[in-house]
């Protein structure tokens, strides 16, 4: 028995939980962080809070519970209820992400002082943790730390989606008190979370398709080449994909990649026609886009040239046991 492999199948099964039956869901005006911080009554601006969230990271990684770590994460609460670009660690990561290279090489950099999606993550949990602590003697400055770790934690949907958000919003009326946010204003919270879930949900639905579809050429094509009839359906499923991914541009860069592995897969296995077909798709897209980003990222899938991809199926007897 083959599945998808461990982190993929993970999404996959957290998009099917948690959004139920939605298939046609709503989509959100604006990014997830965007979303989040507006309806959680934070101001936006241009403010940055990326200094902070940088000082945070290293004294936590440090030396967790120490006093400087605690005021270290105090600024970094207060700058995140203040007026600031809550795209801006977004931004910053995506202009350094590669659809051929996905190792995000630049965090390694001694100049890279922000950590991983991963630090992110276990920093908005401990906020949310702390939060209950502070508001035992602080309502108001408990509410600032609930708030600030539900904002952090929709900045790791590049690499987690919802996960995070999920982690530190167990119990939305729970929230809701600690976070001190009306019955209207909880209610428009959830409701971006309940959308961003869905469209998570509609997009992996599809994306499940493609990999099926990719992991066969990848079998098949070791013994009897590549099978045109399967590429072709695999054309439609990409085609069928695309428009899922328009919400997040996590899940686009994601998205991206596996078309790029296709394109590969053409041209190891000296199938030009099928690589000129997928080529014309995602010049298609790359003419419809006006998103900057993106229409980079589609350049880069046409222009840069990789090895054959490998299957994203493992043995079922390799997966840890439960």
């Known amino acids: 028995m083959k599945l998808i492999s461990a982190s993929l199948a993970f999404t996959l099964l957290f998009a099917r939980l948690l959004c139920g039956a939605e298939t046609n869901p709503a989509a959100l005006d604006t990014s997830f962080p965007l979303a989040v911080q507006r309806t959680l009554g934070l101001p936006s601006g241009k403010g940055d809070f990326l200094p902070q969230l940088a000082e945070a990271q290293e004294k936590w990684r440090a030396k967790p519970d120490?006093?400087?770590?605690?005021?270290?994460?105090?600024?970094?609460?207060?700058a995140l209820n203040g007026d600031i670009d809550a795209d801006k660690l977004d931004n910053l990561v995506l202009e350094k992400l590669?659809?051929?290279?996905?190792?995000?090489?630049?965090?390694?950099?001694?100049?890279?002082?922000?950590?991983?999606?991963?630090?992110?993550?276990?920093l908005a949990a401990a906020i949310?943790?702390?939060?209950?602590t502070v508001?035992?003697?602080?309502?108001?400055?408990?509410?600032k730390y609930a708030r600030g770790a539900a904002l952090l934690a929709s900045m790791t949907h590049l690499k987690f989606f919802g996960t995070t958000m999920h982690m530190v919003v167990k119990d939305r009326k729970e929230f809701g008190k600690l976070a001190q946010l009306s019955d209207v204003e909880l209610e428009k919270f959830g409701k971006v979370i309940d959308d961003y879930d869905a469209i998570l949900r509609a997009y992996h639905e599809k994306l499940t398709g493609v990999l099926v579809d990719q992991d066969t050429l990848i079998?098949?094509?070791?013994?009897?080449?590549?099978?045109?009839?399967t590429f072709n359906d695999a054309l439609k499923q990409l085609s069928d994909c695309w428009p899922t991914t328009a919400a997040d541009r996590g899940m686009r860069i994601q998205f991206l990649r596996f078309v790029w592995e296709y394109l590969n897969l053409a041209y190891v296995r000296n199938q030009p026609e099928s690589a000129t077909k997928l080529k014309e798709l995602v010049d298609s897209w790359k003419?419809?886009?006006?998103?900057?980003?993106?229409g980079e990222w589609l350049k880069e899938v046409i222009s840069v040239r990789g090895g054959a991809p490998q299957s994203h199926v493992l043995d079922a007897?390799?997966?840890?046991?439960q």
């Open 287 to 294: 003419n419809s886009t006006e998103d900057k980003l993106t």
């Open 135 to 143: 508001a035992a003697k602080d309502g108001q400055k408990g509410a």
């Open 66 to 78: 120490s006093s400087e770590t605690y005021q270290a994460i105090d600024k970094l609460v207060t």
């Open 128 to 132: 949310s943790k702390m939060a209950e």
């Open 98 to 122: 590669k659809i051929s290279d996905s190792s995000d090489k630049f965090r390694g950099q001694p100049d890279w002082k922000l950590g991983g999606f991963t630090d992110t993550q276990q």
């Open 317 to 321: 007897s390799k997966l840890p046991k």
């Open 219 to 229: 079998g098949d094509s070791k013994t009897s080449g590549l099978d045109v009839n």
